[in-house]
């Protein structure tokens, strides 16, 4: 069986009571947002799972003067930037939306959830990860098996429970594709003209964007000051385990990419990852 090894001294009690504070404020201000969001200025940041939505999100609140409440406990009913992964509602408030390529999210999920195994901050999360893994790998589970492991996992996220969103990383940005009100961004494009990309967003969401506060935002949140190592090099202890573009190259396996392809390619294609489905085919 896969086990979990904890790293908080705190309580289980106190633990699981916190994880509900977390679920009931979560719940309780997508309400908010939904019904009030417009009228108290708050902003939505929101992408797929591991896409970078910390980051955008972030580099939101610097470039709006906004707060960015995190692992808050109690409901959020003031101007700030939410972090979100909702699908989207025509009743949001303005909001960016982040795209990555759905390749990387897989390869940064998978390494999320057995990061996951050693934390005991969330007890729920941890044990339902732990029950997957049996259930996919069984007893000789071998969580440094990337390869391997990673055709079961990517079909798993794409059909029986994907993420804790309720839907495939294809699906989720489609539906955040072409909103009123919504800028866009993708993780490539931070990376490679964060300034032009963040003006871009603001502008399309309905803000009017201070240029010196967006380049303030961008180098105050750049990966190696918030990680403390530059974009690439890789921590697998750590939330910001890499924080690079196309680290699914070496992970992923002629299978894992057929599985991949077979849910997702013309996504890839779409969103203008890759110029056809033939892509796998040469891991």
Known sequence: ??????????????????????????????????????????????????????????????????????????????????HSHYLYDERMPQAIYIRRDGRDVMTSFYFYWTRALQLNKNPRFSQGIAKIFDELYGSSFDPADVQGNLPKFVEYQMTVSPTT?????????????????????????????????????????????????????????????SAGRKAGQEDRGSFRRKGASGDWRNHFTPEAGEVFDSFAGDALVDFGYETDRDWFRSL
């Open 1 to 82: 069986m896969t086990q979990i090894v904890g790293d908080d001294d705190r309580s289980p009690r106190t633990l699981w009571a916190e994880e509900k504070l977390r679920r009931f404020s979560a719940a309780t201000t997508h309400q908010i947002l939904k019904r009030r969001g417009r009228s108290l200025g708050m902003w939505v940041g929101c992408g797929f799972p591991k896409s970078g939505t910390n980051w955008l999100c972030e580099l939101m609140g610097t470039s709006l003067g906004l707060p960015v409440p995190v692992d808050y406990q109690l409901p959020l009913m003031f101007k700030a930037v939410v």
């Open 165 to 225: 969103v309720g839907t495939p990383w294809h699906v989720h940005v489609r539906d955040w594709w072409d909103r009123p009100g919504v800028g866009h961004v993708s993780f490539e494009g931070l990376h490679a003209d964060p300034v032009a990309e963040m003006v871009r967003a603001l502008t399309a969401a309905g803000a009017e964007p201070d240029q010196e506060m967006v380049e303030l935002a961008v180098q105050r949140h750049d990966f190696s000051r």
